[in-house]
């Protein structure tokens, strides 16, 4: 059987891949998605420690769960304008590339 | 036997979400993000967590994956051309997930319970109507408020996408 | 209409009307006129119609500062109401009736000024102020009316803004008026401190005489710095100065804001604190000898004055100083306020023939280059002699029985202060003869003297209305309708024929001295000069305000800006100019510092 240790390696496997690919791609979609990632990584631990502590009464946490749903809601909101954002910022500088991005430097 | 099927889905997770980040396509890091999700749904129902199941394979793998590769497809991005790696990328990049990694590891292993197994809950449980109740019970006035942000969030994306009249 | 309504209406058309002149009367000069004079008619009709019903019971009240708990040991509790009583009734009438003529006459006098519609919104928010200052039932809101009434002085006064005399007049009038409002301010916060409470009804009925019994100085205290309100807006010594200047504002504002109403706001007040300050006997012979010095004083200033509005101004002065004192040597209010009452008829009526002979003038102000103007403007003539009458007291005019009335009391209370009123009544004789006899008698002095012309029927109309009010104001009916007022007991026989005499003397010498006179045929520099205050003020502010105020610039330049602004202000450029090198502007090394810190705060918060 697995334990919560083994949902939690995985939640922070995920999370650290998703940094990972933030830290590293240079493409602001792939950025995007690693982003997601992390998101993903945090739901999967929250819903593991919602089975792993259930209530008195026997049932899992679903308050966890509808965390869960929120970040869920959120993200596809996130999702849409962040992607909005990055359409616009390619018909302005014809790039994806974060490098070629740097205005707001000194 | 679960704890197989565990296995087999967080491997699956875990190497598509390498995928996403080794890829050189866009396209395939999209198509493996799609199924890094999948093995997240389905280790969510490991977790009997069915309805959060759902929803993951019907928002982020269906609607949200869409998008990508629409805005992918709308940009027409091509595989990106090598550009010379940065070592100090790199080296900061592993400085970080080196301290991420070892950060985790040290919260879980002094986590009190981490090595319990799945405690028993009661059998054959309606989960969405438990995640209903929960939600228009306890959580109305968030629920309400989070409508009210994908509103406010589909208003802004028209706007910003609208081109400039002029 | 009933009595609870009626204050708030007649408070606040003024208001209303002042408010559209502001925004809609820029293009039509009739709107802002007709808008003016409508809410001081309206306001003067309900006047009337409220002075003639009883009192009412009960007055709509708001609750609006509310403060206080047990546990600061205080309570303030301060609403938004109105008091109609005998005296505010009384005001009510005399102010909306004087403004409403006031306001009619302004048409002719400003027809040809700049800034019609400027004037009017002014006029109208002082009249709201000046009807706030008398309806007012505690002392808070009677002091943000008293600065409303300031700050719409200042605005009429400066209505020639371009002028710099017009300007510096404003000005002076609003700092000098500070300086008497601070005293007022301290005045109420003493009494709120002192008795806790600051509503009228509750101070003067008794109950907050009665609780400054265990210390009588703290009433005192407290008597003498409301006091210094009245110093100021009623111009008394030493703060009148800014009462002549004023001066420079246009006629009918000099008419109703600076001889009729609002210097009377001083007086008013008083009479308003009445009971409190019958209980304290120290604080009325400080305002009996204020009142009686700045009587006597303004009345000799006025002699040697050349400029018709200013010889008006400190005949002004020295009559708001008999009121003064008759506040402090009365039995009551009421010989005071029927004064107050006579002479803004006929103070008001003479400013506004001066301000008609001002304009048949072309806005000629020196005495010396008018006269023989009785065959060109017999109206004004007639009737500025009427009003002339009624402030030297002559017998059968309002002024004679209003005046000899605060005199009698003056003189068997404050003997020494009683005959010092007795001269400036001749000496007032004196310079009232002098402005009538060189203005309209005589021979022409100059070549607008030749060419001046009667001013129009919109004119001389409020003159002739204010004309009947000044003759008969002061008859027995008259003073029986308004007041309660009584004769002193024991008054010298001899005071009477003295102040008759006196009359005789002021009049006829200076008929005489002055009826062919081609210039001023007595020159005495000291009152010319207004007793040299104004040049001790203009001293006293140049060399220690004007010292004082180098030090502090000095301290301001080298140690407020130097210490407390420049150097921090470059301790934080510089070190934002350091921390700019971070900001390199790529995404990525952004998230690698956000991870480095959350990997930091981690190992921080959790493992320590």
């Keep these: 059987m697995p334990t919560l240790a083994h949902y939690l390696y995985v939640s922070g496997a995920l999370f650290s891949i998703g940094l990972l690919g933030v830290l590293l791609r240079r493409n602001i979609l792939i950025i995007f998605m690693g982003l997601e990632l992390m998101l993903n990584a945090a739901n999967l631990s929250l ?17 966890a769960q509808v965390l869960v749903f929120f970040i869920i809601t959120v993200a596809a909101a996130e999702v ?13 500088k014809q790039t994806v590339h974060v490098e070629d991005l740097d205005t707001l430097k000194f | 036997m679960s704890l197989a099927l565990f296995w087999i889905f967080a491997i699956l997770t875990l190497l598509f979400a390498v995928g996403v980040v080794v890829f050189r396509s866009p396209v395939s890091s999209a198509m493996s993000l799609v199924m890094s999700f999948v093995g997240l749904a389905a280790l969510f129902v490991t977790l009997d967590a069915f309805f959060i199941a759902v929803v993951q394979v019907l928002v982020y793998a269906g609607a949200v994956m869409v998008l990508f590769l629409f805005i992918i497809m709308l940009l027409d991005l091509r595989t990106e051309e090598r550009r010379p790696v940065k070592l100090a990328a790199w080296a900061g990049g592993g400085i970080v997930l080196a301290g991420f990694l070892v950060a985790i590891a040290r919260v879980i292993s002094s986590l009190p319970g981490a090595t319990n197994t799945k405690p028993e809950i009661l059998p054959g449980l309606n989960d969405v109507a438990q995640v209903g109740v929960a939600l228009f019970r306890n959580f109305n006035l968030p629920f309400q408020i989070i409508g009210v942000l994908l509103l406010v969030a589909t208003i802004g994306v028209v706007v910003l996408s609208r081109r400039e009249l002029k | 209409m009933n009595t609870l309504i009626a204050p708030w209406i007649i408070l606040f058309t003024p208001l209303a009307a002042a408010a559209v002149i502001l925004f809609v009367g820029r293009h039509s000069k009739p709107l802002s006129a007709g808008l003016a004079i409508g809410s001081a008619a309206v306001g003067c ?27 600061l040991q205080m309570n303030l509790s301060i609403p938004i109401g109105v008091t109609v009583d005998h005296l505010s009734k009384l005001m009510l009438v005399v102010v909306t009736t004087i403004a409403t003529l006031v306001f009619t006459y302004s048409i002719g006098y400003m027809k040809t000024e700049e800034g019609y519609w400027r004037y009017f919104a002014g006029l109208s928010l002082f009249l709201f102020s000046m009807l706030g200052i008398v309806l007012a039932d505690n002392f808070v809101m009677m002091f943000i009316f008293w600065e409303l009434v300031g700050l719409s002085s200042y605005i009429l006064i400066g209505h020639y803004f371009r002028k710099d005399s017009a300007a510096d007049a404003c000005k002076q009038a609003f700092i000098v008026n500070r300086v008497g409002d601070f005293g007022f301010l301290l005045g109420i916060l003493f009494l709120w401190a002192a008795t806790g409470t600051l509503m009228f009804g509750d101070l003067t009925s008794g109950k ?7 210390n009588p100085i703290y009433l005192t205290v407290a008597c003498l710095l409301i006091f210094c309100g009245t110093v100021g807006k009623s111009a008394q010594m030493p703060l009148h100065v800014w009462l002549p200047n004023s001066m420079e504002g246009p006629t009918p504002v000099s008419s109703l804001l600076h001889a009729a109403t609002m210097v009377a706001a001083g007086v008013y007040l008083l009479a308003r604190i009445f009971p409190i300050l019958e209980a304290a006997p120290h604080a009325l012979d400080v305002i009996a000898w204020i009142g009686g010095i700045t009587c006597f004083a303004a009345a000799l200033m006025a002699t040697q004055q050349n400029d018709i509005k200013r010889i008006l101004a400190y005949s002004t002065i020295s009559q708001l100083g008999y009121m003064v004192l008759g506040m402090a040597s009365a039995s009551s209010a009421d010989v005071s306020m029927f004064h107050l009452f006579t002479h803004a008829f006929f103070k008001c009526l003479l400013f506004l023939c001066a301000g008609s002979v001002i304009v048949g003038m072309h806005h000629e102000q020196d005495i010396w280059k008018m006269g023989a103007l009785k065959n060109k403007m017999p109206v004004t003539f007639l009737i500025m002699c009427i009003g002339g009458l009624a402030l030297s007291g002559c017998p059968f005019f309002s002024g004679y ?27 007032t004789a004196f310079y009232t003869v002098r402005l009538l006899t060189v203005v309209f008698l005589g021979k022409p002095r100059g070549d607008q003297a030749k060419h001046a012309v009667e001013s129009p029927l919109v004119m001389l109309v409020p003159l002739a209305c204010l004309a ?11 003073e029986k309708l308004f007041f309660h007022v009584e004769e002193p007991t024991a008054v010298p026989h ?20 002055y009826r062919n006179a081609e210039k001023d045929p007595i020159f005495i520099p000291l009152f010319a000069n207004r007793l040299y205050i104004d040049n001790l003020y203009d001293w006293l502010v140049k060399n220690i305000q004007g010292r004082g105020a180098a030090v502090l610039s000095w301290a301001d330049r080298w140690i407020v800006d130097l210490f407390i602004v420049q150097i921090p202000s470059k301790i934080v450029w510089g070190s934002g100019f350091v921390l700019r090198f971070f900001q390199i502007g790529n995404i990525q090394a952004y998230a690698f510092f956000f991870g480095l810190g959350v990997i930091g705060l981690v190992h921080f918060l959790i493992f320590r």
């Excluded at chain 1, 849409?80 to 302005?92: K, N, P, S, T, Y």
């Excluded at chain 3, 009709?45 to 546990?71: H, K, M, N, T, Y």
């Design chain 1, 47 to 63: 819903v593991a420690f919602s089975r792993f502590h259930p209530g008195l009464d026997g049932l899992p946490g679903y308050n």
């Design chain 1, 80 to 92: 849409a304008v962040g992607l909005a954002i990055i359409v616009a910022l390619f018909r302005a």
């Design chain 3, 45 to 71: 009709l309900l006047s009337w119609w409220l002075f003639l019903q009883p009192d009412p019971e009960e007055v709509l009240r708001f609750p609006w500062i509310a403060i206080g708990d047990s546990w």
């Design chain 3, 208 to 214: 907050g005489i009665a609780l400054f019994a265990a």
């Design chain 3, 401 to 427: 029985y209003s005046k000899d009335l605060i005199i009698a009391w003056a003189v068997v209370k404050y003997p020494l202060l009683g005959w010092l009123s007795v001269a400036t009544a001749g000496l």
């Design chain 3, 468 to 478: 009947l009010p000044s003759f008969i104001a002061g008859y027995p009916f008259i």
């Design chain 3, 494 to 513: 001899l005071l009477h024929p003295v102040l008759l005499f006196l009359f005789a003397v002021g009049v006829v010498s200076a008929f005489l001295l």
